[in-house]
C-alpha cells in the first residue's frame, strides 16, 4: 500500500508544479509592459488584402499545338518531311507564349527536307547521266567437282538501304 501513496504522491505533485509554473508563466505575459519608444520590436508585416486568384486560363489553342506537334513527330517517323515542316510551322503559330522544342524540331525538319530533295536531284541527274544497269545477279558459290580445284566468284550486290543513313529522333513528354 505504500507505493501506491507514493505513486500518488508523484503524480499529484508533478500536476500541481505543473499548474504553478503554467501560472507563473501566464501572469508574465499578461503583465509585458509595452513597447517603449527605444525599443526594437518585430511584428511580421500583415500581406496586403489580395483579389482571389484565378485559376490559369488553359488556352483554346494550346491542344491543337500539341496535336499538331504529334503529327509533325509522326510525319518525321516516315519521312514524310514536307508535312512535318507544315505541321511544326502551324503548332509554333498556335501557340503564343512557350514555344518548347517546336522551333527545334521545325529546323531538324527542313534541314532533313532539304537534304532529302537534294538526294533525289542527285539520283535524278545520275539516273540521266548514266544507262540503266542490268541488275547484278549473285552467283552462289558451290562446291567444285572432283578433280577440279576452281570455283566461281561471288558477287556481292549493295543495296542502296545498306549506304543510306538513319535518323535517330528522341522526343519527350512534357517537351524538353
Avoid: C
Avoid at 132 to 140: F, G, H, L, Y
Amino acid at each position: 500500500m505504500k507505493q501506491k501513496t507514493w505513486i500518488a504522491v508523484i503524480i499529484l505533485g508533478t500536476l500541481a508544479a505543473n499548474a504553478v509554473a503554467y501560472r507563473v508563466v501566464r501572469s508574465r505575459r499578461d503583465s509585458a509592459p509595452e513597447a517603449t519608444p527605444g525599443a526594437i520590436t518585430h511584428t511580421p508585416p500583415t500581406p496586403p488584402p489580395t483579389a482571389p486568384e484565378e485559376p490559369p486560363r488553359e488556352d483554346p489553342n494550346d491542344g491543337l499545338a500539341r496535336a499538331r506537334r504529334a503529327a509533325g513527330l509522326a510525319a518525321l517517323e516516315d519521312r514524310d518531311y514536307d508535312a512535318a515542316v507544315s505541321d511544326f510551322t502551324e503548332a509554333l503559330r498556335l501557340r503564343k507564349d512557350d514555344q518548347g522544342d517546336l522551333v527545334e524540331l521545325l529546323r531538324i525538319a527542313a534541314e532533313l527536307r532539304t537534304r532529302e530533295q537534294a538526294r533525289q536531284q542527285g539520283e535524278q541527274a545520275r539516273a540521266q547521266r548514266e544507262p540503266t544497269p542490268a541488275p547484278a545477279r549473285s552467283v552462289q558459290r558451290t562446291r567444285p567437282a572432283r578433280g577440279t580445284a576452281r570455283a566461281q566468284p561471288r558477287q556481292e550486290s549493295t543495296s542502296a538501304d545498306e549506304t543510306r543513313g538513319g535518323l535517330l529522333l528522341v522526343t519527350s513528354t512534357p517537351p524538353g
